[in-house]
């Protein structure tokens, strides 16, 4: 059982470089999820898409861009990366809120 | 201040010990509360979810929502070296949408 699939597990990126991160479910959920997290600070939601054809804005949405490609595929896209984009990115899919299931993560470093 | 605090531990028991988990929040209209439990290097998953106040039992499991004190806590019982992990709490109110507010985690060792 796949679940939620993210791709790449691990990047670093120079500063000003761009990146996409990808991911993909499999149990047919409607919503899907890119968190950040950082040491300390908890989860913070950067982006969501409640249904196939609609994202909006979480806490963190400031320095990305997402794109929901079909119902299953939800990518995050780094235009310019800057050193406060350092952190580990999960992307989740859900159909309650409540109930999120989540990606083995991306591990982003950027110098 | 951050809205749902947690003592980010570690904390370090041995096996066998009841185990106490522990997040305090500042946002009264928080009425949906889970704990999620994150293995090194993995994503987190879903352990407990509960609606408003009381207790909520699932095997070894028990959360706690104490919401006059603003306090929530996850009990573990015969604790395991495999519950090592870090427990994080969420919580949402009725009218946030999809954002779900996480605390930091806790990071639990449990010694053989």
């Known amino acids: 059982n796949a679940g939620v699939t993210q791709t790449p597990k691990f990047q670093v990126l120079k500063t000003g470089q761009s990146m996409t991160l990808q991911c993909a479910q499999d149990?047919?959920?409607?919503?899907m999820y890119w968190y950040r997290q950082d040491p300390g600070m908890g989860l913070r939601l950067i982006y969501y898409?409640?249904?196939?054809?609609?994202?909006d804005k979480g806490e963190v949405p400031n320095g990305y861009n997402v794109s929901r490609l079909n119902k299953r595929e939800f990518s995050l896209r780094l235009e310019s990366a800057a050193p406060s984009q350092t952190s580990v990115y999960f992307c989740?899919?859900?159909?309650?809120?409540?109930?999120?299931?989540f990606g083995s993560g991306t591990q982003l470093s950027v110098l | 201040q951050k809205e749902v605090e947690q003592d980010p531990g570690p904390l370090s028991v041995p096996e066998g010990a009841i185990v106490s988990l522990n997040c305090t929040y500042s946002?009264?209209?928080?009425?949906?509360f889970m704990w999620y439990r994150q293995y090194s290097r993995k994503g987190p998953e879903l352990l407990m979810y509960?609606?408003?106040?009381g207790n909520k039992e699932d095997g070894r499991f028990t959360a706690q929502v104490d919401k006059s004190s603003k306090y929530i806590s996850l009990f573990i019982r015969d604790s395991q070296p495999s519950d090592s992990a870090t427990y994080l709490c969420?919580?949402?109110?009725?009218?946030?949408?999809?954002?779900?507010?996480f605390g930091g985690g806790t990071r639990l060792m449990v010694k053989p």
């Open positions: 898409s409640a249904s196939e054809g609609t994202t």
């Open positions: 989740a899919s859900s159909e309650a809120l409540e109930k999120l299931f």
């Open positions: 946002n009264s209209a928080f009425q949906y």
């Open positions: 149990m047919n959920h409607n919503s």
């Open positions: 969420a919580m949402r109110a009725n009218n946030a949408g999809n954002m779900l507010t």
């Open positions: 509960t609606y408003s106040s």
